[in-house]
């Protein structure tokens, strides 16, 4: 009996020296991702276009059961923000599956995305620019690899100029929610 | 007084002065009206001196004689001015024992009860369509006198001439120029994310005169006057991404110099005012830093770096490009010489170095320095050293020289607003810049035209 706990506390600390970079991105910043979409007008377009194209995968899916399961890549697809570690450009692997999510549904589509690069506010405003783009890039290099092609795909950077809904003021749990790429489908 | 001519002139056109004096005083209830008419978007800013010097200067400055109605207040304007930079402890105007005008004869031993060092007196006259502003700076311990000048003002520039006068005074008494009569650009953000509201503002050094000179809902940053003071150079997100405009300030005439790629940044003047350095993406999304001819739109290449390269500042004499690069692993402030050749690094310590400006006589760095988590302004020599850190933090950026080389304005952050503020590099005099309207943030600091 003694030895379970101890074992899982090993085990725990494996998997999170596996992956140092997922405590950086608090978790209800990552679920925050899909609810606050709608809040923006553009992104509320957006959504409209992934419930489109969500319609079409499933009718265009050959593999499609009989009995309605959980659509895995639907739940992905469904989240269009990625976060970043400060100073940051690594896509981090709980965001991986995300993005390549993305890049499977635009592979071989006409559908469009336009990644926003966003920092926090610290530093220097221009430095952030560069740093804004430079994760959008990050986003597209992986989109292209999940099959989209260059020209679906365009980068823009805000910089810190355009904080998150509620990434507004000061600390980590704000600026958290600043880092990142937002992926927005054009209509 | 030398000469009885001028004087005598002045007696002959006294009508014709009369009638200057009744337009000039027009034109200032009209520009009062526009003022007020504009200024429920313009919160006027607030300024606070947040820390003198330790060892500043005793003056009086006696009130400007003839200096009537609702013309500005010129001895107040000077004293506002000697106080703010924190070199000056101007005696209270309550304490004064007399208030002589120039050329009126000064009781040395009251001046010295009152243990001033020296004393500024004026006079205001209507001259033409505007004012003229005679002043006399006395030591009091000699009883010599230091200036005795007359200015020339616009009707409306009586205010920008008592920002001279204290630029005058700053110099004889400390042998460093003044640079009270000059502007501040800055923006100025109102609203919560998403919804934003972003306004570009010109105002005097003193906060005064603010004048929003574009408005947007998109981001606006980045601005830098020409070295003329007469256009300003800015980015702009309208349309949805990043371009770089300049603006004439006289007729607002805007036009837009470049919208490459995915970004266009960081606009800086070289010393000629002729060509623009900038931060611009390649498609790959590479920043590097472009030098962009404005008479014919024609861009060259600085640098060549997979690097983020980016807020590059021409040196003083317009030979070399200081800029931001991250090339090394982190951000550090490199020097690129126009004439070719690898990019040298120039900061050396620290983690984050970032946002280079040059003083006027090229001496010194100003830039955003990491500290224990925080970012402040730092200033490095050039000759040699690290960064000295001149604020607190936690999060001050975007550092500007004022032109005279002695005073940076920074953004920064107070009670969870976004505020300007000032800091005197050698005195550590401090001032902060705010309203309760705006976030303000992305200063920059021009001459006057």
């Known amino acids: ?187 | 007084m030398n000469d009885p001519m001028p004087f005598l002139k002045a007696c002959l056109q006294t009508r014709a002065a009369i009638a200057g004096w009744r337009h000039a005083l027009a034109g200032a209830v009209l520009v009062v009206v526009a003022l007020l008419l504009a200024s429920p978007a313009h919160a006027q800013l607030v300024v606070q001196i947040t820390r003198g010097s330790s060892a500043p200067l005793p003056i009086a400055v006696v009130p400007f004689a003839g200096n009537l109605g609702p013309a500005t207040d010129v001895a107040a304007v000077v004293t506002a001015d000697l106080e703010r930079s924190g070199r000056f402890a101007v005696l209270p105007r309550t304490d004064l024992l007399a208030t002589p005008a120039p050329g009126e004869p000064m009781l040395w031993a009251d001046w010295r009860r009152l243990a001033v060092n020296h004393v500024l007196v004026g006079r205001v006259r209507a001259a033409g369509a505007g004012f003229a502003v005679d002043y006399e700076l006395y030591s009091v311990t000699t009883g010599e006198r230091l200036l005795g000048q007359t200015l020339a003002t616009s009707p409306t520039g009586l205010r920008t001439g008592a920002h001279r006068v204290a630029d005058a005074v700053y110099e004889k008494l400390l042998g460093v120029p003044g640079s009270f009569a000059s502007r501040l650009a800055y923006v100025a953000v109102e609203g919560r994310a998403p919804q934003q509201k972003f306004r570009l503002v010109v105002a005097d050094a003193d906060g005064e005169n603010a004048a929003t000179v574009l408005t947007s809902a998109q981001p606006l940053m980045a601005p830098a006057f020409s070295p003329d003071g007469t256009r300003l150079a800015y980015v702009s997100f309208e349309g949805g991404r990043s371009a770089v405009w300049v603006q004439a300030l006289r007729t607002g005439e805007r036009q837009r110099v470049s919208a490459r790629g995915g970004l266009n940044d960081a606009p800086a003047w070289s010393p000629d005012g002729t060509q623009l350095a900038l931060a611009i993406a390649s498609t790959d999304g590479n920043v590097d830093i472009w030098l962009l001819s404005l008479a014919d739109n024609r861009l060259t290449r600085v640098t060549e770096d997979p690097a983020i390269d980016t807020e590059p500042v021409f040196s003083p004499d317009g030979q070399s490009l200081y800029f931001t690069s991250d090339r090394g692993g982190r951000a550090q402030i490199y020097r690129a010489s126009l004439a070719g050749g690898r990019p040298q690094r120039v900061t050396f310590d620290g983690s984050y170095n970032a946002r280079p400006r040059v003083s006027a006589d090229g001496s010194r760095l100003a830039l955003v320095t990491s500290v224990a988590g925080g970012y402040r302004i730092g200033v490095q020599e050039l000759a040699g050293g690290a960064p000295r850190a001149v604020t607190e933090g936690p999060n001050d950026e975007s550092p500007a020289f004022a032109p005279n080389g002695q005073w940076l304005v920074f953004a920064a952050r107070r009670g969870g607003r976004g505020v300007l503020a000032t800091v005197a590099i050698d005195s550590g005099a401090r001032t902060v810049l705010s309203t309760n309207a705006a976030d303000i943030r992305s200063p920059t600091w021009g001459r006057l035209p």
């Open chain 1, 1 to 187: 009996m003694k030895k379970l706990p101890l074992l899982a506390l090993v085990a725990t600390t494996v998997l999170l020296a596996g992956c140092p970079k997922k405590p950086t991105t608090p978790p209800d910043a990552a679920a925050n991702s899909g609810a606050a979409v709608p809040t923006q007008p553009a992104a509320g377009a957006a959504t409209a276009a992934n419930d489109t194209a969500n319609a079409q995968a499933q009718d265009t899916s050959a593999l499609t059961p009989a009995q309605p399961l959980p659509d895995p890549e639907a739940a992905l697809v469904a989240r269009t923000v990625v976060y970043f570690a400060l100073d940051s450009d690594v896509i981090g692997e709980e965001f991986t599956s995300v993005v390549a999510a993305h890049g499977k549904r635009l592979a071989g589509g006409t559908a469009h995305v336009r990644l926003e690069g966003h920092t926090d506010e610290r530093g220097s405003d221009s430095y952030n620019n560069a740093l804004g783009l430079r994760r959008a890039e990050a986003v597209k290099k992986a989109l292209k690899l999940a099959g989209a092609q260059d020209a679906q795909v365009e980068t823009v950077s805000f910089g810190e100029q355009k904080p998150a809904a509620g990434g507004e003021g000061e600390g980590e749990e704000a600026w958290a929610k600043n880092r990142r790429v937002e992926i927005v489908y054009l209509p």
